[in-house]
Nanobody, 123 residues
Framework: QVQLVESGGGWVQAGGSLRLSCAAS????????MAWFRQAPGKERDFVAV????????YYADSVKGRFTISRDNAKSTVYLEMNSLKPEDTAVYYC????????????????WGQGTQVTVSS
């Protein structure tokens, strides 16, 4: 089992940047495929980005492509989400997730979740 703790959320004006972190503990972090999801008030939890075990492959939701970057540091057991050119519609709780075998956008296929960190973008 792995425990995930997100940090780095906050308030930012439109056009600004934030960097989210997700620290993992427990079983070997480098064995997991890591992803970020987000959930706005009253909406479903949506896929944002995913990264494979060695960080060589990434996949992004169309809504964030070109603005967000997912990366990982296996030595630090941490995955990051660099968010640039933020828009008010990016406002949500951002969740880190880990999967044993699945690489993709289906939230039901992820095995472990963090508690989330709030990101608020004002216009």
């Amino acid at each position: 089992q792995v425990q995930l703790v997100e940090s780095g959320g906050g308030w930012v004006q439109a056009g600004g940047s934030l960097r989210l972190s997700c620290a993992a503990s427990g079983r070997t972090y480098s064995n997991y495929i890591m992803a970020w999801f987000r959930q706005a008030p009253g909406k479903e939890r949506d896929f944002v980005a995913v990264l494979n075990r060695n960080g060589g492959n990434t996949y992004y939701a169309d809504s964030v492509k070109g603005r967000f970057t997912i990366s990982r540091d296996n030595a630090k057991s941490t995955v990051y989400l660099e968010m640039n050119s933020l828009k008010p519609e990016d406002t949500a709780v951002y969740y880190c997730a880990a999967a044993n075998r699945y690489y993709g956008a289906e939230k039901a296929r992820y095995d472990y979740w963090g508690q989330g960190t709030q990101v608020t973008v004002s216009s």
